[in-house]
């Protein structure tokens, strides 16, 4: 059963920081790209950052540049998100997501709540 599960999310002040983690299961983790996915409330969901099959190639939506560091360890099947100087404006479910060209076989995980207050 392909399964993510991410976990790391919690309160913090403007300006902390969180790792989040996505622990995969179910298929052969290093055959895909993996990303992170938020969604704040009452907005669309959006791509925070892309991490590639071995872990050397990665991409950032501007809004985290700098701030964020998406990571991978395909021994241990876990992908990461390095969270730092936080903003409010981070508020948001995360999710972590199996990247694919074909559709049915995007994966997403349940998802994990950073709530960042000023």
């Known amino acids: 059963q392909v399964q993510l599960v991410e976990s790391g999310g919690g309160l913090v002040q403007s300006g902390g920081s969180l790792r989040l983690s996505c622990e995969a299961s179910g298929f052969t983790f290093s055959s895909y790209a993996m990303s992170w996915y938020r969604q704040a409330p009452g907005k669309e969901r959006e791509l925070v950052a892309t991490?590639?099959?071995?872990?050397?190639?990665?991409n950032y939506a501007d809004s985290v540049k700098g701030r964020f560091t998406i990571s991978r360890d395909n021994v241990k099947n876990t992908m990461y998100l390095q969270m730092s100087s936080l903003k409010p404006e981070d508020t948001a479910v995360y999710y972590c997501?199996?990247?694919?060209?074909?559709?049915?076989?995007?994966?997403w995980g349940q998802g994990t709540l950073v709530t960042v207050f000023s």
């Open positions: 991490v590639s099959l071995g872990g050397v190639g990665t």
């Open positions: 997501k199996r990247e694919s060209s074909y559709r049915s076989l995007r994966v």
